[in-house]
């Protein structure tokens, strides 16, 4: 009886292990203030590119709004926070002059058709399986730097969280489009 416990319990043990060796454990969380960010991811991009999409989400722990009103990269000349919708069934993207509201309670995602970081002006193409180091400002938290995990170029989330991403995708785009 004794032999049958311990053998379950190393069995247990062996099994909690594997899968947590199994499962990727790259995307980092950061705090800033009342701030978390998660998820923080972006799509590789064709050589010659000179625009690339990042994504991540915001919660606001706290009890003031905030706002992203932008942000840095040294492979980037800037990076902007977008947003992406339909009208009419055409697809439109802007910046968001006055930066995203991060309300207090709430949850923001930026997401691949929708709210995005676009970094414009890229030096050079983003690679699968690079870290991208960025520095996101907002108007109360200041200054934050995050790396973004570069995933495939027609990712829909980041891959430690393949649920991530979306919903809306990117219907209506047509194939050979570009932004």
């Not at 439109?92 to 309670?105: N, Q, S």
């Amino acid at each position: 009886m004794q032999i049958k416990k311990l053998t379950f319990a190393a069995i247990a043990c062996a099994a909690a292990f594997a899968s947590f060796l199994g499962t990727p454990v790259r995307a980092e969380e950061v705090k800033a203030g009342d701030l978390v960010i998660t998820q923080a991811w972006a799509r590789a991009t064709p050589k010659g590119a000179k625009i690339g999409g990042g994504y991540l989400t915001i919660e606001n722990k706290g009890t003031a709004p905030d706002r992203l009103i932008g942000g840095s990269a040294d492979i980037a000349g800037s990076v902007q926070v977008h947003e992406m919708s339909m009208d009419g069934g055409v697809m439109k993207m802007h910046p968001l002059d006055k930066g995203l509201a991060i309300e207090p309670g709430k949850v923001v995602k930026l997401a691949p058709g929708g709210y995005h970081l676009m970094m414009m002006d890229l030096k050079s193409p983003l690679k699968k399986g690079d870290r991208l180091p960025i520095t996101l400002e907002f108007e109360k938290a200041g200054k934050v730097q995050v790396s973004l995990d570069v995933e495939s170029v027609g990712a829909q989330g980041p891959t430690a969280s393949p649920s991530s991403g979306s919903k809306k995708g990117m219907k209506g785009m047509s194939p050979g489009m570009k932004m």
